[in-house]
């Protein structure tokens, strides 16, 4: 069936560093990808988002890429903090006018000091 | 701003029993969601409403009932509980924007954790 999926469970990084997040998709017809972070004991938190006619969107600090040809997409963290310490999620929603999103499994960042 | 309000935040139920889950939000969105967490996974979700008086199975509806009371308000019903339904439930809810159903993001509320022994 159509999946949203993350290739690392858990990315290790040091404070200052650039972090990169990947997330591969299956479903052709999704047109809105989010990516959220979620801290323990909370809920998702919205962090950027980016629509299937564009491959690239910045915010503060973070970019998400998307490249639809080989159905991926990545959020890069840039000068990585301590408090970015958190578990990331990429979702989806397919193109068939049910706006709900479909979520990945999660990436764990843990950010050493 | 509260935005996405749940409550209660923790719960423990015996089999069987029955337990209403509430969520509100402030933003006045037009869609709500209901969705649940298992350990190591991401959310999967339950039922949703695209707007005030409709309702609509997701990807776990079963042993779930909702009701949309208002346009503020999303409420989720486990009428008589499984042990298989621990797990975290979140609400969110989201706008529409223009004519088409484009896309805008979900915001969530900081859960429900359910027990059920």
């Known amino acids: 069936g159509e999946s949203v999926g993350l290739h690392l469970p858990t990315l290790s990084v040091q404070e200052g560093d650039n972090s990169i997040i990947n997330c591969a998709y299956s479903?052709?017809?999704?047109?809105?990808f989010i990516w959220y972070k979620q801290e323990s004991g909370k809920g998702p938190q919205f962090i950027i988002d980016?629509?299937?006619?564009?491959d690239k969107r910045q915010g503060q600090r973070v970019t998400v890429l998307l490249n639809k040809t080989v159905k991926h997409l990545s959020l890069q963290i840039a000068a990585t903090q301590p408090g970015d310490s958190a578990v990331y999620f990429c979702?989806?929603?397919?193109?068939?006018?049910?706006?709900?999103?479909?979520f990945g499994s999660g990436t764990r960042l843990q950010v050493q000091p | 701003n509260a935005g996405v309000t749940q409550t209660p935040k923790f719960q423990v139920l015996k089999t069987g029993q029955s337990m209403t889950l509430q969520c509100a939000q402030d933003?006045?969105?037009?869609?709500m969601y209901w969705y649940r967490q298992d350990p190591g996974m991401g959310l999967r979700l339950i039922y949703y409403s695209a707007s005030e008086g409709t309702t609509d199975k997701g990807e776990v509806p079963n042993g779930y009932n909702v009701s949309r009371l208002n346009k503020r308000e999303f409420s989720l019903r486990l009428e008589s509980a499984a042990p298989s339904q621990t797990s975290v439930y979140f609400c969110?809810?989201?706008?529409?924007?223009?004519?088409?159903?484009?896309?805008?993001?979900?915001?969530f509320g900081d859960g429900t954790r359910l027990s059920i022994l």
């Open positions: 980016i629509r299937s006619n564009m």
């Open positions: 979702a989806e929603t397919p193109d068939t006018g049910r706006r709900a999103l479909t």
């Open positions: 479903n052709s017809a999704s047109d809105y």
């Open positions: 933003m006045n969105h037009n869609s």
């Open positions: 969110a809810s989201s706008e529409i924007v223009g004519t088409y159903y484009s896309n805008q993001p979900q915001h």
